[in-house]
């Protein structure tokens, strides 16, 4: 074997083992002997192969950090950054045609008509050339002021001889006692119960914007006395759905 093959065969040699990070302290000496081209191929291979290890040690540590889910797990338990990116269709807006429309109807009853006119151009200033073309436009709102209705009663109370009593009209507007009507507690109670308002909110809500001074004392009262109406047709209720052959629960009920 000539001399400088056998050069390039350990040259080789060294460099194969530096890629496989196998190079010994012997190896390390006989690059040095064979000068400065080999040291630099054996240093250029080492450079390699720690940028490899640097690589994979990278992809091992994300892996460990951020593990691929597995076909069974729930969509929601995937990480958001880990899910590929979708593009989204673009939805035509609106209903598919022939789809009857979804629109609110117009009122049937007119309370108060108003006309506008303009009387100069409202981009120069100009003067109007009067046309006979119109449109309506019907705007359905809340009055600004909502007073509540206060109604005096006068309870005739007369003497039944037959029965040696006093006797007078039950008042249909009002629960016994009370001095707020019935629409008043319905709402109210509907907002407490059915829609989770406090009742400071309340008596603010009502005090405000429908002018009717509540006190949450009041308000309590009110319900109590609802409750107690109530509740022969809530035990009506639960005994008919104790007889009835069928029971509906919520399908995540036990």
Not at 20 to 34: C, D, M, N, P, S
Not at 133 to 139: A, L, Y
Not at 238 to 243: L, P, S
Request: proline share 7%.
């Amino acid at each position: 074997m000539q001399p400088g093959k056998a050069r390039t065969t350990t040259a080789i040699r060294l460099v194969e083992a530096a890629l496989r990070g196998e190079l010994t302290e012997a190896q390390a000496q006989q690059v040095y002997e064979l000068g400065a081209e080999a040291v630099t191929l054996v240093l250029l291979a080492a450079s390699k192969r720690i940028a490899e290890q640097g690589a994979r040690i990278a992809e091992l540590q994300g892996q460990s950090q951020n593990p691929k889910p597995s076909p069974s797990t729930p969509s929601g338990m995937v990480p958001i950054y880990t899910k590929p990116n979708t593009t989204k269709r673009r939805k035509k807006p609106g209903a598919r045609k022939g789809h009857p429309g979804h629109r609110r109807m117009t009122p049937e009853r007119i309370d108060k008509r108003e006309t506008h006119r303009l009387k100069r151009c409202p981009c120069c200033g100009g003067r109007l050339q009067r046309c006979e073309r119109k449109r309506t436009r019907t705007i359905e709102d809340i009055p600004e002021e909502i007073q509540p209705v206060v109604t005096e009663h006068t309870i005739h109370r007369d003497y039944c001889p037959k029965c040696k009593k006093d006797v007078e009209p039950v008042v249909p507007d009002a629960l016994p006692g009370a001095t707020l009507g019935h629409h008043v507690i319905a709402l109210t109670a509907w907002f407490h119960y059915g829609l989770g308002i406090t009742i400071d909110n309340i008596v603010d809500i009502l005090g405000y914007h429908l002018q009717t001074k509540l006190t949450p004392g009041g308000l309590i009262d009110a319900w109590r006395r609802l409750a107690e109406v109530l509740n022969a047709w809530y035990q009506q209720i639960g005994e008919q759905a104790k007889k009835s052959a069928h029971l509906h629960a919520d399908a995540e009920g036990d």
